[in-house]
């Protein structure tokens, strides 16, 4: 599938499986095609969740075909559909020995284990809290750390972490800055000022990246301690709108 949008990525599964205009329309309980031609062109506002979900199962969509289609339409998760990934990543993360966490393509964090809490200094009840509040990734970039933290490809290109996360959340969310959760974290953020002199000034094209799924990551303590980790991330097979983050502390 090629499609970048999502009327084209519905009528690339409609074809696919042999279906229909109508055939699609009748399933989802529509009288004729007109509605789900005009999807199709693009010719109508994004269809709402529930209308998704009614196309999706017309499509007979496998739970991977699911999760490309909503990650290309911009729907978020649900907290049903996040309670499911949880319950078979939950292992994984809490046992990994260094910082980890899940998190959406939003940047919202769904789940962390201790050594994130430790390593950052996050509050110790985000263990429990994650899942319901949801913080932003990008929201580190205003954190008042006790910490200093630098990403970059390699030892070469680090740089401070705000600068980066906030170069990075523009270049991974173009054309999404018209979404009503875009709109409302950054209206968030931005009354922070130094949030909105960065954000003023950075630009999607100051991030820089060989490896998509690859950072390199330097922290150090006020006490001189500097700590360095390979950061991969990872989309899930079965819902690619979810990322598993794993840090690996580099051995010196």
């Given at each position: 599938m090629t499609t970048a949008t999502l009327g084209g990525l519905i009528k690339d599964y409609r074809i696919k499986k042999?279906?229909?205009?109508?055939?699609?329309?009748?399933?989802?309980?529509?009288?004729?095609?007109t509605r789900l031609s005009k999807i199709e062109q693009g010719r109508v506002g994004r269809p709402t969740r529930e209308t998704i979900d009614r196309i999706i199962i017309a499509l007979?969509?496998?739970?991977?075909?699911?999760?490309?289609?909503?990650?290309?339409?911009?729907?978020?998760?649900?907290?049903?559909?996040?309670?499911?990934?949880?319950?078979?990543?939950?292992k994984k993360i809490t046992t990994w020995p260094y910082p980890a966490y899940l998190m959406d393509f939003g940047w919202r964090m769904l789940l962390v284990n201790q050594p994130t809490i430790d390593i950052f200094g996050f509050p110790q009840d985000l263990l429990q809290t994650a899942k319901k509040m949801k913080p932003n990734l990008l929201e580190s970039a205003i954190s008042d750390w006790k910490i200093e933290?630098?990403?970059?490809?390699?030892?070469?290109?680090?740089?401070?972490?705000?600068q980066t996360l906030i170069a990075q959340f523009k270049a991974e969310h173009l054309g999404k800055e018209n979404e009503k959760w875009y709109k409302l974290l950054i209206n968030k953020l931005s009354a922070h000022?130094?949030?909105r002199k960065l954000w003023n000034t950075i630009d999607a094209k100051d991030y820089h990246k060989k490896l998509y799924e690859y950072e390199y990551k330097q922290i150090k303590w006020p006490n001189g301690k500097t700590i360095t980790y390979h950061v991969f991330d990872s989309k899930l097979v079965f819902d690619r709108r979810f990322i598993v983050v794993l840090y690996l502390k580099e051995n010196k």
């Open positions: 042999r279906l229909s205009q109508l055939e699609v329309s009748l399933k989802i309980g529509w009288k004729d095609s007979e969509l496998t739970d991977q075909e699911k999760g490309e289609f909503l990650l290309t339409g911009g729907y978020l998760p649900t907290d049903k559909e996040i309670d499911r990934v949880i319950k078979s990543v939950s933290i630098f990403k970059g490809d390699d030892k070469e290109t680090l740089k401070p972490l705000a000022a130094p949030f």
